[in-house]
């Protein structure tokens, strides 16, 4: 379906119409937040492909060089500044109308949270950068007061409780993700009527299985994007465009 007017309305009656909304989320959603992607045209590992290093598990913890860098680019992040926007904003609002039942987000900059998506609907796929957790006795504290300790000079914090390696209680390659989640995932894309899915290339798995699970299931599939997913060929409506333009008008926010 191309993204004319009369696509974009009956997409919208679609969302409007649907009983249980299952919502997924990757980067693109975040890149109008100032927050650049990994694999896209400008995205942080196409430009720089060394960066991936720093969230692979196990170049993190043999390497304190790697970490090291780790650390000033955490100091150095977008994130810290980054505001919801229009698109963030939009799903909060599809919520609230009581017809979503889970957002899956492949991203860790919390702006679902903070543009209002309740924490109870909320999968963090690949956990939350807001906070740091210790890979030898587990203990998690606020970001906030491991950066603190970087600007005060120490190149590679460790933890204050065991003296272990201190990171970002995000997922990293070489790491398993939270079973629970990914269980809520899939029974949610089992039952539900309609999957949206907004920014994501599509192509990181096993979260990226919640599309053909749903189309399995009998859900129609939306995808909004600004550039081709790997899953085109199995949607109902494909929408290109600047995400935070489409969402609001899909959802009646303007």
């Known amino acids: 379906m191309s993204q004319t007017r009369e696509a974009l309305r009956e997409v919208a009656s679609w969302l409007r119409e649907a009983r249980r909304i299952v919502v997924l989320t ?22 720089n492909p060394g960066a991936e290093k720093m969230a692979t598990l196990s170049h993190y913890v043999s390497d304190k060089e790697v970490r090291e860098r780790a650390w000033r680019h955490r100091l150095e992040s977008p994130m810290w500044d980054a505001k919801p926007n229009a698109g963030h904003l939009a799903l909060a609002r599809l919520e609230r109308a009581g017809s979503v039942s889970l957002v899956i987000t492949q991203n860790v900059d919390g702006l679902h949270l903070a543009a ?10 690949h956990g939350n950068v807001r906070e740091v957790t210790c890979l030898d006795c587990g203990e998690r504290a606020p970001m906030e007061r491991a950066l603190a300790r970087v600007r005060a000079g120490e190149s590679d914090p460790p933890c204050r409780s065991c003296g272990g390696i201190l990171k970002s209680a995000t997922i990293s390659f070489g790491q398993n993700l939270v079973a ?7 029974r949610e894309a089992n039952r539900c009527d309609l999957l949206l899915a907004v920014g994501s290339t599509l192509s990181v798995y096993p979260i990226a299985a919640v599309v053909p699970i749903a189309k399995r299931a009998g859900a ?3 995808i909004v994007n600004g550039d081709p997913t790997e899953m085109d060929e199995l949607a109902d409506a494909v929408i290109r465009g600047p995400i935070g333009e489409i969402l609001p008008r899909l959802v009646g926010a303007e």
């Open 26 to 47: 990757g980067a693109g959603i975040s890149t109008e937040s100032g927050i650049p992607d990994f694999r896209g045209p400008q995205g942080l590992w196409t430009k």
């Open 116 to 125: 209002g998506t309740s924490a109870g609907k909320l999968v963090e796929i």
């Open 180 to 186: 629970h989640d990914l269980e809520r995932a899939d």
């Open 220 to 222: 129609r599939i939306v």
